[in-house]
């Protein structure tokens, strides 16, 4: 599972490294946070198309997937893109969960959700899980991993104990800075705050500082601009046991890249 990409710098970074690490850690399956790929700040069919030909297999998003309009149709028919399932179903476009199988053959389940605190007052992500395994018609594959999109670290830690024992893994991203709690919780689930960002390492959460810097000095509104130079590619490689959907290996994975 890998964190936000951020702008041509991440993607570059995805390309370089993440063919070699599939093969050479003989991984299965991988997820990437694709919202602020293109420039910075959304998603489109290009930048996707970029991410899948690298080798990514489920691109899950936030609130940054709605920036760019393209968006919106393409989310309709490509369902190997999610958005935040706690958006609701009401005039929301795309879907929030998925149904997949790993070059292995296991089928898994993909969930992307979405915190609401300092964020957009959505529907609970407590409570939609709750709704969506209670309500499938089928019971979802044991193997289940969650994107949780999320600005504070105790509630990233309160999702993760509440959904531990029922999912594979919780993985945060958002705040593009990687926490080094990962650990494999009591019931067998796979836990990490945030991933991190695969973006410039001279940055301000990946964007330049010259363009970030100004508003923590005067207050005025700025263009933000994605930075440049070296770039960290920061992930998390989760061992599952297909039989039991228990979590029996974590390990947090940084390189640094030159794009």
Known sequence: MIGDLIGKPGRL?????????????????????????????????????????????VITSGNHIWDKREMYEILEHEERILRPLNYGTDGVPGRGWGIFHAEDGTELAVLCLQGRTYMTPIENPFTEFDRLIDQASEPLPRVRVVDFHCELTSEKNAFGIYLDGRVSAVVGTHTHVPTA???????????????GMVGPVHSVIGFDPATV?????????TRFEVGAGPVVFNACLIDVDPATGRAVAVERIQRIVEV
């Open 181 to 195: 709690d990962e650990r494999i919780m009591p019931k067998g689930t796979a836990y990490q705050s945030d991933l």
């Open 13 to 57: 970074a995805l390309e370089a490294v993440l063919p070699d690490l599939r093969r050479e850690r003989d991984i299965a399956f991988v997820t990437a946070n694709g919202e602020n790929v293109a420039g910075g700040m959304g998603l489109t069919a290009s930048t996707a198309e970029a991410m899948f030909r690298a080798g990514v297999d």
């Open 213 to 221: 810097i100004p508003r923590f000095i005067n207050g005025l509104p």
